[in-house]
Every structure is written in structure tokens, then in C-alpha cells.
């Protein structure tokens, strides 16, 4: 039998990228109609392991793809929002979310994946409502994953006839590692587990492997399928690195303990098959749950030596950006106002000194460029937003009681104060688009520019500094000292400004880099401001 290859390959890389468009465009859709929840799903239902198990599963149901919730879960390490024993728990629960798609692939209805796909374009194209939309963008998705499925079955069915793909199912059969290996290199490549088991699938049902080949390769589908989450946490903090070498790690344990299990599980799972009557494709689907759902109850109670564990192979200490605020109970409110004050100005300090390292890490990020600096003082602008909004409501509840006329003051001040650090972040947010304006249009600064702005940074920097330390220790000298280096900030301002039109006007720096630099030490002025105002209530404080 003749066998068209050209045929054969494009249905199978047309399918795959009709099946792959899918899947992004159904977790997109199922996103967009859950809203912003997903964030806040992690991040509240993970107070123990078993409950972040649960918000894993969830998350990776609605969005259709592990790599996607690990991703998600990299992000919340890093920014502080969750510890890596807590991710530990997503992760796994994300490993037994994913195996949702193949049970979807498993229901057979692929000879309607084209009116499906039309009723998702009819929703997309003729509502204008965000939410119908969302639904048919999700409605459309899922079409298309049945869609690229039927395609990618068809440019298969010839491949049983082929020697040399039997000799290597055969061989698959044989030697388990080699399943494993053709399993994780297709994953990596098409970063999709969902994908590789769809054609696993497909391959099974057409009778072109046999289920003891087919298991290898479903292990090693969950070993590349880690490979997404390896690449975002690369740069990002050393909490990042761990909870994606979580992954990794997870899955190979899992897989060394499964080939060692080959046998018995392949008893298990014809043994599901005949007793459940399940077609090949809810075969490979029950196959790959249970392995994950497996793996779980297996390592689950070893989430503290899996944290261990990554913990000694990347060594380092966490840079973590705390957003939680750590001085606010509420139970001083009741007991005493002044105490409760106390504990909101020691919250306030330490947004302060939040606030001068953001200002550092933008300094860093106008010195060399490097992204990870920019990442890092994004950070603690949302930290500084969110610690904004927590001392807000503490001090509102404080309110509410009875205040002394001296505390009353103090908390006048340390509302006022809250608002001042809370700017200086959305000032060097500013700076921080302008650098990126300037990178991204390869503008160019000169020597003299960047000499200034050099100045001019550490001048505000130590400026923000002596705010926050006059603000901490009370420190009437120290407040003095930050209304004299503010008279100072205004001076070098006006004077870098009428530089740098000299400069322009004989025409060593062009236009675009005049409105970044001028823009750069206007915002930097304001940082001296806002710390002035800092000093300021620190006297009348007094």
C-alpha cells in the first residue's frame, strides 16, 4: 500500500495546530468568563497542602493546561503571595487537572467538532458582550481540539501500516525507557502534554500502538510537559526556580516509580478497560488520571521532603517580595488604640523601606537594562498597592474607636504618611515606562545625561531613606536633615533641566532623549516631595 506522505504530514501538523489553538483558545475563553478569580482561588485556598491540591486541580481544569496553573504558581512564589510548600500542593493538584482533556477527548464526538466550532465563531462575531464572547471563544476552542483531533487521526490511520513505526512501537514495547524518551522530546517540542496524549490517543484507537507502548510515553509526556514552567522561572527569584524544580522533580519520582510498577499497571488498566467496556481513547484517558491521581496519594505526604529536597539543590536565600502585612492584627484595635497605632506606623516603616528599594531596583534597571531589575521593582510597586490598602482599612477600624486628641493626631499623620509612600511607587512606576520607552525605541542618552540622572537618583534615594528612618526613631534631626536635601533635589532639577535644553539646542541629544530625561527628573522631584511630606509630619508630630 502506497502511502501519501506529504497527506500525511500536513493533516498531522495542520490537526496538531488546530488541536494546539484549541486548547489556548478554550483556557483562554474559560478565563476570561471566570475573570480574576483564578488568582484569588490560589491564593485562598492554599492555606494547607490538601486544599492546594483541590485549587490546582480547578485552576488547570478552567484554564486546560498544567504548565499554565504551574506558570501562575511560579508567579505567586515569587512575588511572596505563597510558599513553596504551599505550591508543592497546587502543583500536584495541577498534574491531576490536566488529565481532564484527555477524558474530553475520550467522550467521542468528533464528527461534530464543526458545528460546535461554528456555534463558538456565531457567538464571537455576533455578541458584543464581553462575557458571551468569553463563553464562545471557550465554545470555539473546544471545536477546534476536536477539530485538529479528527485531523490529526486521519494523517495517522496509514502509520500502522508502516514497518518502521511498528518496529519502534514494537520496540517501545520492549524497552520502557525508550517510551518514556519519545514521550518527554514530543512534549518538549509541541509543549502540550494535552497534545501528546491526544495523539496517543488517536494512535491507540487506530490500532497503530498497543497499550504497553502507549503507557511509557504517557510518563514521559508529564516529564516535558515541565519544561514550561522551567522556562518562566528562569530569571525569576530563587522561590521561582524550587517550585519549578517541584515540578520536575514530582514527575520524575513518579515516572521511575511507575516503570518499576509497569506491570501490575497495565493489569490495572485492562482490567478498567474490560470491566468499564471503555473505548481506546477513555482508555489512554483513565490510564493517564491514574497515574497522576496516584502519584499524588504517593508523594503527598512527602511535600515537606520534597520542599527539602529542592530547597539543598538550588541553594540561595529568597529575595521575596512579602505583600501580606505583618503587624496588623486586629486584635490591638480592641485591646488599645495606642497600640494599634503603633502596630499600623511599624507597617508603615516598612512600606517605607520598600518603597527605597524599589527606587534602587529602578536605578539598577536605568544602569544596565536588565529586566530581572524592572521585574523586581514592579513587584514592590503591587506590594507597596497592597500593603496601601491593608494599613488603610487598619487605621479606618482604628478610627472607629474612641482617640485622645494626641492620637488622633498620630493617626491623621500616619494616614497622610501611607498616601506619600504609596505615590513614591507610582513615581518610579513612571520612571520604570520611561526606561522601557527608551529601550524598546533604542534611544540614546548621553554621558553628561546619564551622569546626571545618576546624581539625581542617589540624592532622591537617600533622601527617601532618611524620610523613612526620621519617620521610625521619631527623629527630629533627621527630618530637618530631609527638608534641607529637598531644597536641594528642587536646585538640581531646575538646573539638570536647563542643561539639558543647552544640550539639545547645540544638538548632542535628540528630542525623544530630552522628553525621557526631563520626564525621569520631574518624577524623581515628586519622590523628593512626597519625602518631604513624610519629614514634615514627622515634625508636627511633635
Known sequence: MEID???????FIGGLGIFLLGIK???DGLQKSAGDRLRDILDRFTSNPFLGVLAGMIVTVLIQSSSGTTVLTVGLVNAGFMTLRQAIG?????????????????????????????????LIFFFKHQKVTAVGQAVFGFGALFFGLELMSNGMKPLRSLEAFQELTLSMSEHSILGV????????IVQSSSATIGILQGLYSEGAMTLEAALPVLFGDNIGTTITAVLAS???????????AVHVTFNLVGTTIFLILLTPFYKYVVFLQSQLSLNEEMTIAFAH?????????IQFPFIGALAWLVTRIIPGKDTTIEYKPQHLDPIFIQQSSALALDQAKAEIVRMGEYAHQGLEETNNYLSTNQIKHSDMAMQIENALNSLDRNITDYLIDISGGSLSEFE???????????????????????????????ISNKVALTEKAQEDLNNMFDLTMSTVKQAVIAL????????LAVMQKEDQIDKMERNYRKKHIIRMNEGECSVSAGIVFVDIISNLERIGDHAVNIAEAVLSDH
Open 5 to 11: 506522505v506529504q497527506k500525511l504530514i500536513f493533516e
Open 181 to 188: 524518551v519519545v514521550g518527554t522530546l514530543f512534549t518538549l
Open 408 to 438: 488622633s493626631e498620630k493617626h491623621t499623620m500616619l494616614m497622610d504618611t501611607v498616601r506619600d509612600i504609596e505615590r513614591i511607587g507610582d513615581h518610579f512606576e513612571n520612571i520604570i515606562e520611561l526606561i522601557d520607552y527608551k
Open 234 to 244: 528562569l530569571g525569576a527569584s530563587v522561590a521561582a526556580r524550587r517550585a519549578a
Open 90 to 122: 497546587v502543583i500536584m493538584g495541577a498534574n491531576i487537572g490536566t488529565t481532564v482533556t484527555a477524558f474530553i477527548i475520550g467522550i467521542d464526538i468528533g464528527e461534530y467538532a464543526l458545528p460546535i466550532l461554528a456555534f463558538g465563531a456565531f
Open 289 to 297: 488520571g491514574s497515574f497522576n491521581f496516584f502519584n499524588t496519594i
Open 25 to 27: 483558545f478554550m483556557g
Open 472 to 479: 521610625d526613631k521619631e527623629d527630629r534631626e533627621e527630618a
